[in-house]
């Protein structure tokens, strides 16, 4: 580290301290990314989704500049890393469960998943199906996470009670469950979101300056996370990037050192590092 840029760093704003050090030393610097909603724009089919060509290619040139880039998203890793279509960086799948390892290509699992991955669908395959489809909720399969959405909903009302009605019946069975835009998730009662994920990512990496962008709920656990290991001394600087949206949870602007505007902001901001 330069002298003197421990003290001059700690006088700036996370958001010009992290880009400093992602210029002047770019190798110490890691990168997580939310995906939908993030790089990719919210779309009514989470199957529609899509991340701009010119954010990909951004996203490989950070990948060979930076310390690391990692995308961290509830979907499977797989799913995220053919949604993003970079090689060379790291995929956080399931909020944290799954772990693409960009030199091996495996996906690494928590085990105690595994045995979960039954009972989450035989739970799922109970929900009336000819009633979802009837008021327009979709399921999402992210393998031991199920998603109900009914963003787009012909009956919105309808769908949203139905949705809630399976809430109830996944807590009695001691399911995990999560709200997200317009989406509930159904997940094995192990804890694990992505602050855990990307709090072990940073400790391995020995990185010492991390940014997180993110647009929902689930974000939040990773801002906490990065925050959390600047006051053990595990970061020098933690930059937590909250994506605005009609829907942005009041926790995430609240809890973020800046927010950009949409995926658009994301990618502006991309374009400065
Ligand atoms: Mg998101």
Same mark, same amino acid.
């Given at each position: 580290?330069?002298?003197? $840029? %421990?003290?001059?760093?700690?006088?700036?704003?996370?958001?010009?301290?992290?880009?400093?050090? &992602?210029?002047?030393?770019?190798?110490?610097?890691?990168?997580?990314?939310?995906?939908?909603?993030?790089?990719?724009?919210?779309?009514?089919?989470?199957? /529609?989704?899509?991340?701009?060509?010119?954010?990909?290619?951004?996203?490989?040139?950070?990948?060979?500049?930076?310390?690391?880039?990692?995308?961290?998203?509830?979907? !499977? &890793?797989?799913?995220?890393?053919?949604?993003?279509?970079?090689?060379?960086?790291?995929?956080?799948?399931?909020?944290?469960?799954?772990?693409?390892?960009?030199?091996?290509?495996?996906? *690494?699992?928590?085990?105690?998943?595994?045995?979960?991955?039954?009972?989450?669908?035989?739970?799922? &395959?109970?929900? /009336?199906?000819?009633?979802?489809?009837?008021?327009?909720?979709?399921?999402?399969?992210?393998? @031991?996470?199920?998603?109900?959405?009914?963003?787009?909903?012909?009956? %919105?009302? %309808? !769908? *949203?009670?139905?949705?809630? /009605?399976?809430?109830?019946?996944?807590?009695?069975?001691?399911?995990?469950?999560?709200?997200?835009?317009?989406?509930?998730?159904?997940?094995?009662?192990?804890? @694990?979101?992505?602050?855990?994920?990307?709090?072990?990512?940073?400790?391995?990496?020995?990185?010492?300056?991390?940014?997180?962008?993110?647009?929902?709920?689930?974000?939040?656990? !990773? @801002? %906490? !996370?990065?925050?959390?290991?600047?006051?053990?001394?595990?970061?020098?600087?933690?930059?937590?990037?909250?994506?605005?949206? *009609?829907?942005?949870?009041?926790?995430?602007?609240? $809890?973020?050192?800046?927010?950009?505007?949409?995926? &658009?902001?994301?990618?502006?901001?991309?374009?400065?590092?």
């Amino acid at each position: 580290m330069p002298d003197g $840029r %421990e003290t001059s760093n700690q006088q700036l704003a996370p958001l010009e301290a992290w880009l400093a050090a &992602a210029h002047e030393t770019p190798k110490d610097c890691a990168l997580f990314l939310d995906v939908d909603g993030t790089l990719a724009p919210v779309v009514e089919r989470a199957d /529609d989704a899509r991340v701009p060509t010119d954010v990909s290619r951004i996203l490989g040139r950070l990948s060979a500049k930076l310390g690391m880039v990692a995308c961290v998203s509830g979907r !499977a &890793a797989a799913d995220a890393k053919r949604l993003v279509g970079v090689g060379g960086i790291v995929y956080a799948g399931a909020h944290g469960a799954e772990l693409l390892d960009p030199s091996t290509g495996e996906v *690494e699992r928590a085990p105690e998943l595994e045995a979960w991955h039954k009972p989450v669908r035989d739970f799922v &395959a109970t929900i /009336d199906h000819a009633e979802m489809r009837r008021v327009g909720v979709r399921l999402e399969d992210k393998d @031991f996470i199920q998603a109900l959405h009914w963003r787009g909903a012909e009956l %919105e009302e %309808e !769908a *949203e009670q139905l949705v809630r /009605d399976a809430e109830a019946g996944a807590r009695d069975l001691g399911f995990e469950i999560h709200h997200g835009r317009k989406v509930l998730e159904i997940r094995p009662p192990i804890h @694990f979101n992505k602050g855990i994920v990307v709090s072990r990512l940073v400790k391995q990496s020995g990185l010492q300056y991390a940014a997180y962008v993110g647009d929902d709920n689930t974000d939040v656990d !990773a @801002f %906490e !996370a990065l925050l959390e290991l600047r006051a053990h001394g595990d970061l020098e600087v933690a930059l937590c990037v909250g994506v605005s949206s *009609e829907e942005a949870p009041q926790q995430l602007v609240d $809890r973020a050192d800046t927010m950009v505007e949409g995926p &658009a902001g994301v990618n502006r901001l991309l374009q400065e590092i």
